[in-house]
Nanobody, 119 residues
Framework: VQFVESGGGLVQPGGSLRLSCAASGFTFSNYAMTWYRQAPGKEREIVAVISRAGDNVVYRDTVKGRFIMTRDDNKSTVYLQMNSLKPEDTAVYYC?????????????WGKGTLVNVSS
C-alpha cells in the first residue's frame, strides 16, 4: 500500500492550490478516501472524505465552500482543490483510504505535501 501526495507549495492568502494523491497496492475503487492535514504543533485532523462512488463528500466546517474533493478511479487518485486559502490552512496534507477498523493498513501514511499560506 502506498500514498504519494503532491501539489503543495507556498501561496498567498486568497490563492488556490490543487493537491493530488496517487494510491497503489489495493483496489482503489473499493474504498472511501480521506484527506487529512496536520498543522505545526497540532493534531492531525480530517479535512474531507469522499465515498466509494464519489457522489458524496463530507467536509470539515472550516473548509466548506472553499475546498472540493474529487476522485478518479481510473488513475487511483484523489484530488483536493483548495480555494480562498487562509493562513490557518497551512499544514502538511495527507490522504489515506478509509480502512475498516483494526485494519493494519491504517498505519501506512504517505510523506504528505506541505501547504504554506503566507503573504
Amino acid at each position: 500500500v502506498q500514498f504519494v501526495e503532491s501539489g503543495g507549495g507556498l501561496v498567498q492568502p486568497g490563492g488556490s492550490l490543487r493537491l493530488s494523491c496517487a494510491a497503489s497496492g489495493f483496489t482503489f475503487s473499493n474504498y472511501a478516501m480521506t484527506w487529512y492535514r496536520q498543522a505545526p504543533g497540532k493534531e492531525r485532523e480530517i479535512v474531507a472524505v469522499i465515498s466509494r462512488a464519489g457522489d458524496n463528500v463530507v467536509y470539515r466546517d472550516t473548509v466548506k465552500g472553499r475546498f472540493i474533493m474529487t476522485r478518479d478511479d481510473n488513475k487511483s487518485t484523489v484530488y483536493l482543490q483548495m480555494n480562498s486559502l487562509k493562513p490557518e490552512d497551512t499544514a502538511v496534507y495527507y490522504c489515506k483510504a478509509a480502512w475498516p477498523k483494526g485494519d493494519e493498513r491504517g498505519d501506512v501514511w504517505g510523506k504528505g505535501t506541505l501547504v504554506n499560506v503566507s503573504s
